[in-house]
Structure formats: C-alpha cells, structure tokens
C-alpha cells in the first residue's frame, strides 16, 4: 500500500469532497475543512490543529510524514549503509534485528538461530536509549 493509499482511506468518503485541499501528507487547513465539510472534522476523528499552522489530519494518519520512522525500500537509491537495524521482513511477522552488508546487499537476522539472508521491507535505525540523568 502506499503512502497516498492511505490517506485515501483514512478520508474515506470525504475524499472526493476534501481532495483538492489535502495535502501530501494528509493534513488539511483547519479553515477549507470547515467551511466545506464541517460534519467531517467529527465523523474522522481530527487531530487538533497544530499550534501556528492550523493543519489538521484525521488520527490514523499520524506518524504518516516520516512513515513511523521507518524507510520503505523500493529502490537502490533507499538501501542504508552498512550497518545494523530493525527490519520489516517477509520472513517474520514482527519486526526483528538484522544486520545489511551494502557490499553483498543482503540482509542477515541477528539474535536468532535463523542464518539464512532476509528479504526486508522497511528498516530504521537502532536508537540507543539514553541512560538516566540522575
């Protein structure tokens, strides 16, 4: 599914009505939805406004301008560097560890005993958390 799929179902039936005000990332002036589909801010469950911008975006849309984190790959040009991440693989049902040799384009789990290469989807970095401050 992509990106524009989705917002297409999250407007749902408003989508004809609203789509020339919807932008690329699904949001919507607060002002154009309310003069043209004022029931729709209830019926989508809107996201309040943000502060200075006044945009708006039905709630299954959030995280949708940076995909959760997550880098879609569907071409070379979106392949990381070397290095290790968590991944979305066909191979798995949640998404695990693994480890991406640009050199040989391949993709291994870590922290399982399965050693064979992985078709992955998506990838994000490892973000170490911080340790406590006091």
């Not at 050199?103 to 989807?121: A, K």
């Amino acid at each position: 599914m992509t990106k524009e799929d989705k917002i297409k179902e999250a407007y749902g039936d408003y989508w004809d009505v609203l789509r020339k005000y919807i932008d690329e990332d699904g949001r919507i002036h607060y002002n154009d939805i309310r003069f043209v589909a004022n029931g729709a801010i209830k019926e989508l469950d809107m996201i309040e406004p943000e502060l200075f911008l006044k945009l708006i975006y039905p709630k299954q849309l959030e995280g949708i301008r940076n995909n959760n984190g997550w880098t879609k790959i569907e071409s070379e040009e979106d392949l990381p560097v070397s290095g290790e991440y968590r991944v979305i693989s066909l191979q798995y049902s949640k998404s695990i560890n693994a480890k991406y040799a640009r050199s040989s384009n391949t993709w291994l789990p870590i922290g399982t005993d399965d050693r064979r290469f992985i078709e992955v989807t998506h990838y994000k970095r490892i973000i170490e958390d911080k340790p406590p401050i006091y």
